[in-house]
């Protein structure tokens, strides 16, 4: 999991808000996918979010700002149809539409809502989702069943060290 979230970092330390954006709404259907591997996208992916990151989310006298169904509701929109318009997602709670702005030297501009629209600052959403993603990782590192699944991630192989089952280099 962990070089996922450092692809996220990489991600927003070269400014590259779409990849970064992109990278951190898939994470939750993969934490979910390794935690419940039964479930429905839909349902495992809104699980692990309100445990892992709908706190971070949710404001005094238990207003969630984002829940698990409007930001699996931004995946699909984004993933399928590069939109931040969420209405017609079937899933969606609250939120109708995410507006996201990238950082401002000295300005903070997040988790803002005015009627349906949720404005999130992007690097500031990334790091929360891979801060969740490090936090679970922790937890799910303690279960062999968890911990063998998450061998099943997609690596990216360096050619000059080799590809498993195809070219081997060296000895």
Not at 104 to 120: F, K, P
Request: with cysteine.
């Amino acid at each position: 999991m962990l070089r996922f979230t450092s692809a996220i970092e990489r991600s927003l330390l070269t400014e590259n808000w779409y990849s970064a954006l992109a990278m951190s709404l898939l994470l939750p259907d993969i934490c979910g996918k390794i935690d419940n591997p039964s479930l429905s996208s839909t349902k495992r992916y809104v699980r692990w979010y309100e445990h892992w990151l709908q706190p971070l989310y949710t404001v005094g006298g238990g207003d969630v700002m984002l829940s698990g169904a409007d930001c699996y509701a931004l995946r699909c929109s984004l993933m399928h149809e590069g939109s931040g318009n969420v209405e017609k997602q079937p899933v969606a709670e609250r939120v109708g539409k995410f507006v996201f702005c990238k950082p401002a030297r000295g300005l903070i501009i997040h988790c803002n809502s005015i009627d349906d629209i949720l404005q999130l600052q992007v690097d500031i959403f990334a790091n929360d989702m891979c801060a969740a993603v490090k936090a679970w990782h922790v937890s799910a590192a303690q279960d062999p069943i968890r911990k063998a699944a998450m061998t099943e991630l997609l690596p990216i192989h360096d050619p000059r060290e080799g590809i498993p089952g195809l070219v081997s280099f060296g000895d």
